[in-house]
């Protein structure tokens, strides 16, 4: 569909797109695949490497070298029994093919990119004109009903919408995160892209109320680095919520 005008202004990145989509060889796919389980694993046992060294199972520098420069209300939070073992629910490795094999030079947690895969993937599957079918990884929609199994896991048995949450700071990624909450509304899910400002406060819990809807929200996507807490409107109330177990939130508030 055509982009709002005020879309257009929030989206200050520009990208130049392939006209055909990236290929991967079958050895290159299996990597992938097997990639998936193997970063988990690794996030499951640096948690528990931190969490060991706080309580002195393991070396004591561990927790102090990942601590170090964090504010001390976050850590403590961050330790609260209820999150000990959460970890973030998406995953995003950063690869450069080298000539020797793949090189990863950061894991991201709260990874732009999700939407305009997602949308890149729908339109070179609806403009396939090659002699042979394409193959897509995950499908022609496998961002989005990906997001949404994850969605559906850290949902458990609450009730309410996923407002997916955007800090000012993150607005660059604004349309294709909308553009992610229509596409989930479309199979099913209730999820809004909102700011901040649109969250409100109550007694039972956290609601998006703006002028289009009042409705109480399940689960909260946070879009926003925690470096960048102070500058987000409302944020404690967030953290308060989350911590009387009014709302869930993902990935977890762990600096």
């Not at 990208?15 to 499951?44: E, K, M, V």
């Not at 094999?101 to 709260?110: C, N, Q």
């Not at 997001?147 to 294709?176: H, N, W």
Request: with cysteine; hydrophobic share 40%.
């Amino acid at each position: 569909g055509q982009a709002s005008t005020s879309e257009i202004v929030t989206a200050t990145t520009t990208w130049r797109i392939a006209i055909t989509p990236f290929l991967l060889t079958n050895d290159q796919l299996d990597f992938f695949h097997r990639l998936g389980p193997q970063l988990l694993s690794f996030y499951q046992a640096l948690n528990r490497l931190y969490l060991d060294s706080v309580r002195g199972l393991q070396p004591a520098w561990v927790a102090g070298y990942l601590d170090q420069g964090k504010p001390e209300g976050l850590i403590t939070y961050s330790r609260m029994k209820r999150f000990r073992d959460q970890i973030p629910a998406v995953i995003r490795p950063d690869i450069i093919p080298t000539q020797d094999g793949m090189v990863i030079t950061e894991l991201d947690s709260v990874p732009g990119g999700i939407g305009i895969t997602g949308a890149l993937t729908e339109i070179y599957s609806a403009a396939s004109i090659t002699p042979y079918p394409l193959e897509f990884v995950g499908g022609s929609e496998g961002m989005v009903r990906g997001f949404a199994a994850m969605v559906k896991a850290q949902l458990a048995q609450r009730t309410g919408c996923v407002a997916i949450l955007m800090s000012e700071e993150a607005k660059d990624y604004r349309p294709e995160m909308t553009w992610l909450a229509a596409r989930l509304r479309t199979i099913g899910l209730d999820a809004y892209c909102v700011e901040p400002r649109h969250i409100r406060f109550t007694e039972e819990g956290l609601r998006i109320a703006n002028e289009e809807m009042d409705q109480p929200i399940a689960l909260i996507y946070r879009f926003y680095e925690l470096f960048d807490l102070l500058n987000i409107p409302k944020s404690e109330l967030v953290q308060y919520a989350l911590k009387k177990d009014r709302v869930a939130v993902t990935p977890p508030y762990k600096p």
